[in-house]
């Protein structure tokens, strides 16, 4: 079947709340004012990656389970404004949701409503199978739907790459996921040792490229074997909110990797991305155009900003 797609991002349709607050943790109180004020937008890990993608010229295509709900219409709307394909199948739990509390140093904690999803969620295989067999590529996030998806995307021929998040190491949930993709990329927030783990991955899964991403201390990339740091690239702007910074990331390796460039090279595009997320208002889901991009990486990986 003829590409017609670059990539298709499989789950993590949703709404969040923002609610700002003075810091976090957020110690007990009756009630707090709320400056600036609460606000709900679209815009959860699926709608992040597919938003970056879609700004990186890439031909993005979004599949997930959307509710009949207030929500779900947010989701639409957020898609058809933006121009990026989707293909929505019925939720019955409605829309995915949660609420972000947000401080003022732009760190955030994420409040996810774990009744909108059902264990028996399925994707409809067909469905997948044609998406898959038109695409280049499939991101997968980790929500309920996406796990039973794998193996019909593995059939597709398509390549894979996943985002762990905050995983452990060791919930099998996500385990699923990390042994079954191509690229695998997760936080090293909740790693007691993010090397082992990176390597256990690579050793017992199908994934040559792993990266680790850890905030403001950069990245870490094992590919073939190697084990390399790409440092944090400093933001244009004020740093204001770190939500989507991750996706920003992913979006930014996967548009560097399609184009055929070097993993290392991909995690500096990741890197790029993922800092200018962290200037982008949580209220907010936008992500950078493709030759702001490129000049971004120009100028820090050129011999005059290595020697500073």
Not at 111 to 131: G, Q
Not at 187 to 211: F, H, N, Q, Y
Not at 224 to 239: F, I, M, Q
């Amino acid at each position: 079947m003829e590409q017609r797609t670059d990539v298709i991002v499989l789950g993590g349709a949703g709404v969040d709340t923002i609610v700002h607050v003075p810091e976090l943790p957020l110690p007990y109180a009756d009630s707090y004012m709320i400056r600036p004020g609460i606000e709900t937008r679209a815009g959860q890990s699926g709608d992040f990656v597919a938003v970056g993608l879609h700004c990186l010229g890439l031909r993005t295509h979004h599949l997930d389970m959307v509710g009949d709900d207030h929500e779900g219409e947010l989701v639409r709307a957020l898609h058809r404004d933006r121009g990026i394909p989707l293909t929505e199948m019925p939720a019955p739990g409605g829309t995915k949701r949660a609420v972000n509390l947000v401080g003022p140093d732009g760190r955030r904690l994420s409040l996810y409503d774990a009744d909108r999803a059902r264990d028996s969620d399925r994707f409809d295989e067909p469905t997948v199978r044609a998406l898959a067999s038109a695409a280049r590529h499939a991101h997968v996030v980790i929500t309920q739907p996406c796990g039973a998806a794998l193996p019909v995307l593995r059939e597709a021929g398509v390549s894979l790459s996943t985002d762990l998040h905050d995983w452990d190491g060791a919930n099998p949930y996500h385990e699923s996921f990390a042994l079954q993709a191509d690229i695998v990329f997760l936080s090293t927030a909740a790693l007691a040792d993010p090397e082992r783990t990176m390597r256990d991955i690579t050793a017992r899964g199908r994934a040559r490229i792993v990266v680790a991403t850890a905030g403001a201390e950069g990245a870490y990339l094992l590919y073939d074997g190697e084990l390399t740091h790409t440092p944090a690239v400093t933001p244009h702007a004020p740093v204001v909110d770190s939500n989507g910074a991750g996706d920003a990331f992913a979006s930014g390796f996967l548009f560097g990797r399609l184009r055929g460039e070097h993993p290392r090279r991909a995690a500096l595009y990741g890197a790029v991305a993922g800092a200018y997320a962290c200037t982008v208002p949580s209220t907010r889901t936008d992500a950078i155009g493709r030759e702001d991009l490129l000049a971004q990486v120009a100028r820090v990986a050129s011999p005059a900003s290595e020697a500073v």
